[in-house]
C-alpha cells in the first residue's frame, strides 16, 4: 500500500512544510501493529517527491482487538490501498489533510502546485471509463496502470495544479469509493468525515449520489447529502430488542445459548433479563471474543454475567445440548447453503432446545436500499420471505417445533421488513 506525492514548480518546498515532516529524518512509525513510513525521493526548490507506505502485519489485522476481523473470508486487505490503508496513515498526514502547519506556514495551505499523485494497488471493479468520471470533474488528468489482464488491480496517477489539502481530502473520500471492500457498519464519525472533507466539492460533483452510496453503503443512510439517520444502529437495536422481548415471554428460559454471539452486544442486553442463570456467548472468532470480554467486564448490575465461549455449529458440543434457548442472530447468512442441514439437525435433533430464535435478512427488502448485491460481503446468501419460511419448514422434518414467523425494522408495504425471524417453540409431548 502506497501514496507517492510529486511536485515541480516554484516554492514546492514548501510541501514539506505543510505535510510537517522533516525530510533529512526518516519517519516511522507502528499503527495497530503495521509499519507506517514517509521518506522523501527528492526535495529542492523545484522538485519534490515523497512516499508514504505501509508494510502490513498480516496477523494483526485479525489478531489487533481494534483491526479488521476478517476470520470468516480470506481477502486482499493486507494489499490493497483501500479504507484500512487511509486509516493508518491518517495520522502522518493529518497536519496536511487538516490544513494546520505550523502558524508561519499557514500562507502555503491555500496555494496550488503542480502535483502528481500515484497510488495503489486499487482492487476495484469499476471501469477505467468510471474511474475518470470519478475524478475528471475535480481538474485531474488520470493515468492508470492495470496489474493484470483482468483490469482488477490497478495503479493510478492523478495529475492537477490543486492545493496538498484539497487534493487529500479528495483521496481520503475517493479511495474507498474505488476499493471493493464494503464496511458493514457505518457510523457517525464516517458521515463527518465526508461533511469536513467533501466540504465544497462534493456536493457539486456529477457522481456525488454514486459517492454517496459507496461511502455510505447503504443508499437510505443519506438523503442526497452526507447526513445519516440512524436506520443501521436502530435496526441493530430493534433486532436485539425483539429477541430479548421474545425470551423474556417464553416460561422457560433459565439456560440460554447466543450461538455466534460476535462482540456479545446480544448476550449483554440478554444479561439483564431477569430469570436467566446461565448465559453462554459462543463464538469461533478469537478477535470477536476478546472484545466481547471487555464488554462483559463492565455489565453492572446485571442477573447474569455471560459466559465466552469457543465453539462452532460445525462440531458436537455437549455443553449445548437440553437448553432451554438458543439463538442464531443474524448467523445462518454467513454459512453455505449446502452445510446447513446438518447444522440444523445438530441443532433441533441432538441440542433439543425448549425454543430456538433464528433471525436473518429478508433479501426483498434490499429494493428498498436499492441494493443490487447482498448487504455484507460475507453472506453467502439471503433468502425472500418465502425462502425463509420454507426453508423452516423443510429444517422441522420431524415436526416436533411449532413456528412463528415474524418480522423486524420498518415495514415496507411490498417488501415487509429488513429482517425475518422464526421461533421454533417444542411441542409439549403428550402423555
Known amino acids: 500500500m502506497q501514496l507517492t506525492i510529486q511536485a515541480k514548480g516554484e516554492n514546492v518546498k514548501a510541501i514539506s512544510y505543510l505535510l510537517s515532516k522533516n525530510p533529512n529524518n526518516l519517519y516511522e512509525r507502528r499503527v495497530k501493529d503495521h509499519l507506517v513510513r514517509l521518506v522523501y525521493h527528492e526535495l529542492s526548490e523545484t522538485s519534490l517527491a515523497v512516499t508514504i507506505f505501509v508494510t502490513p502485519n498480516a496477523l494483526a489485522l485479525v489478531q489487533n482487538d481494534n483491526a479488521l476481523d476478517i476470520t470468516h473470508y480470506i481477502n486482499d486487505r493486507e494489499f490493497a490501498a483501500s479504507s484500512i490503508f487511509l486509516s493508518l496513515i491518517r495520522s502522518a498526514l493529518g497536519t496536511a489533510l487538516n490544513g494546520r502547519p505550523k502558524e508561519q506556514y499557514i500562507e502555503w495551505v491555500a496555494q496550488a502546485f503542480s502535483f502528481e499523485f500515484e497510488f495503489g494497488p486499487i482492487a476495484t471493479t469499476m471501469t477505467n471509463k468510471e474511474i475518470h468520471e470519478l475524478f475528471q470533474p475535480l481538474g485531474y488528468t488520470v493515468n492508470i496502470e492495470a496489474l493484470n489482464k483482468k483490469h482488477r488491480a490497478r495503479f493510478l496517477t492523478l495529475s492537477a495544479d490543486i492545493t ?58 443519506y438523503n442526497g447529502t452526507p447526513t445519516i439517520q440512524n436506520t443501521t444502529r436502530s435496526l441493530n437495536t430493534l433486532r436485539y430488542e425483539k429477541i430479548v422481548e421474545t425470551i423474556k415471554a417464553l416460561p422457560q428460559k433459565s439456560t440460554i445459548v447466543d450461538l455466534g454471539s460476535g462482540e456479545g452486544k446480544l448476550s449483554s442486553l440478554l ?90 435478512p429478508n433479501a426483498e427488502y434490499n429494493a428498498v436500499y436499492e441494493l443490487d448485491e447482498m448487504r455484507h460481503d460475507d453472506h453467502r446468501f439471503e433468502w425472500t420471505r418465502s425462502q425463509f419460511q420454507k426453508w423452516c419448514h423443510v429444517m422441522n422434518s420431524h415436526e416436533q417445533y411449532e413456528l412463528l414467523f415474524t418480522g423486524i425494522g420498518n415495514e415496507h408495504n411490498l417488501y415487509g421488513q429488513p429482517t425475518q425471524m422464526c421461533v421454533f417453540t417444542k411441542k409439549e409431548v403428550s402423555v
Not at 173 to 189: A, M, R, S, T
Not at 274 to 299: H, Q
Not at 325 to 346: D, G, Q, T, Y
Request: hydrophobic share 40%; with cysteine; proline share 5%.
Open 164 to 221: 496538498l489539502q484539497r487534493a487529500l481530502q479528495h483521496l481520503f473520500v475517493l479511495i474507498p469509493v474505488l476499493d471493493d471492500y464494503k464496511h458493514y457498519f457505518i457510523d457517525e464519525l464516517e458521515v463527518d468525515k465526508l461533511k469536513r472533507y467533501g466540504e465544497g466539492w462534493l456536493d457539486t460533483h456529477p457522481m456525488k449520489e454514486y459517492i454517496y452510496k459507496k461511502a455510505l453503503r447503504f443508499s437510505h443512510l
Open 271 to 360: 444479561a439483564y433479563v431477569k430469570g436467566i442463570d446461565e448465559l453462554l456467548a459462543v463464538e469461533p472468532s478469537e478477535a470477536a471474543m476478546k472484545k466481547a470480554i471487555k464488554r462483559f467486564e463492565t455489565l453492572e448490575k446485571a442477573y447474569v454475567i455471560p459466559k465466552p465461549t469457543w465453539g462452532s455449529l460445525f462440531y458436537y458440543d455437549a455443553r449445548l445440548h437440553h437448553k432451554d434457548v438458543i439463538v442464531l442472530c443474524e448467523v445462518i447468512e454467513h454459512i453455505n447453503e449446502e452445510r446447513l442441514p446438518k447444522i440444523m439437525s445438530l441443532l433441533l435433533s441432538q441440542y433439543s432446545p425448549q425454543t430456538l430464535i433464528v433471525t436473518t
